[in-house]
């Protein structure tokens, strides 16, 4: 089962964003209880950093005056995968003029040990990491041009673009591809797709699509016309 535009799980507890400061473009990353029990917890307080508060001590995992965003677990919790712009020059936020804002994807020890690994340092913009179930490769969302689904090993290596063949059908033009969620049992990935313009995620005339991990068998599940904007799936859980 398929649910569009809603909280993703991790471990039980969904994450989602809060923009707590508009004047200073504070957006943050919180996670809480699926119930809505215990206390709220901000995971990027501070200058875009991603923290991880334990209940007896906040820690920072990451201090750094890049902006670094939307974390995710790796499924054995000991890795974390985000976005960071971290190569720019240091002080860039997202948005400022004269930084490049070239977001790569980063994984990093989840209790903050070690040093980040940039598993794709390039030119271009890549978001949106998510691990396969069986914690082997990522997908994430690459931007050239158009945004396409890519996979690759959790090492950074063998980078595959899954879906560079989608085009619009009415103008044969590359649509965007944004979103990836594997399903539980690490077969099948779902995504959304749409030919409209736009800044980082959200788009009209969008319908949610699922393929198999290797990107056959693209198959459009909501099919709702361009007057309808499906984003954001999440697989169900199976009883």
Avoid at 107 to 126: F, I
Avoid at 163 to 179: F, G, I, K, S, Y
Wanted: net charge negative; proline share 8%; aromatic share 8%.
């Amino acid at each position: 089962m398929l649910a569009a535009s809603g909280p993703s799980r991790r471990y039980g507890k969904p994450f989602y964003n809060s923009l707590t400061s508009f004047n200073q473009g504070d957006v943050d990353v919180w996670v809480v209880n699926a119930d809505g029990s215990g206390r709220l917890t901000n995971l990027t307080d501070d200058n875009n950093d991603i923290f991880q508060k334990k209940i007896n001590a906040d820690g920072s995992v990451t201090v750094t005056p890049a902006t670094d965003l939307g974390p995710v677990f790796s499924p054995d919790a000991t890795k974390i995968a985000f976005p960071s712009n971290r190569l720019d020059p240091p002080g860039c936020t997202l948005g400022d003029p004269g930084c490049t804002n070239d977001f790569d994807i980063w994984v990093m020890n989840a209790d903050g040990s070690g040093t980040p690994t940039n598993l794709t340092s390039n030119a271009v913009t890549e978001v949106l990491p998510e691990f396969s179930p069986d914690g082997k490769r990522i997908a994430f969302t690459r931007f050239v041009g158009d945004r396409d689904i890519w996979v690759m090993n959790t090492g950074g290596t063998e980078q595959r673009n899954l879906t560079d063949n989608m085009v619009d059908p009415a103008t044969n033009a590359p649509t965007h591809e944004l979103h990836a969620t594997w399903a539980p049992d690490g077969t099948k990935i779902a995504f959304y797709s749409g030919p409209g313009t736009g800044s980082l995620g959200i788009y009209t005339a969008t319908d949610i699509w699922v393929m198999n991990a290797d990107g056959s068998r693209q198959t459009n599940v909501t099919n709702n016309g361009p007057d309808v904007g499906d984003i954001h799936p999440n697989w169900g859980i199976k009883k």
